[in-house]
């Protein structure tokens, strides 16, 4: 049974950094795409950053300040996230699949089968 456990999730100020992690079980993440998503209240759950092999995907809003990496050995992917604004704040979703989907040149959901449950990040004072 494939399990993705998010973590990471806190309330920061503008400005400041955060570092999420997704665990996964039942499967061996490198050999799949690991997308990073995000929900904020009232809006549609939107692409953040993909990663498939050595290709990395991110949406406009975040590019140079949100970086997705995977560490093999420990099954994990994180999305390193500096200089976060209080637009940032959503339900940050780590999701894995077959492959990166990119639509209108952000990351979709297209490609992802399987999901966490989600951690919250606030940006606010």
């Known amino acids: 049974q494939v399990q993705l456990v998010e973590s990471g999730g806190a309330l920061v100020q503008p400005g400041g950094s955060l570092r999420l992690s997704c665990a996964a079980s039942?499967?061996?993440?490198?050999?799949?795409?690991i997308g990073w998503f995000r929900q904020a209240p009232g809006k549609e759950r939107e692409g953040v950053s993909c990663?498939?092999?050595?290709?990395?995907y991110y949406r406009d809003a975040v590019k140079g300040r949100f970086t997705i990496s995977r560490d093999n050995a420990k099954n994990t992917v994180y999305l390193q996230m500096n200089t976060l604004k209080p637009e940032d704040t959503a339900v940050y979703y780590c999701?894995?699949?077959?492959?990166?989907?990119?639509?209108?040149?952000?990351?979709?959901?297209?490609?992802?089968?399987?999901w966490g449950k989600g951690t919250l990040v606030t940006v606010s004072t």
């Open positions: 999701a894995v699949g077959r492959y990166c989907a990119v639509v209108g040149g952000d990351p979709s959901r297209g490609g992802m089968d399987y």
């Open positions: 039942g499967l061996t993440l490198n050999y799949h795409a």
């Open positions: 990663i498939i092999s050595s290709t990395t």
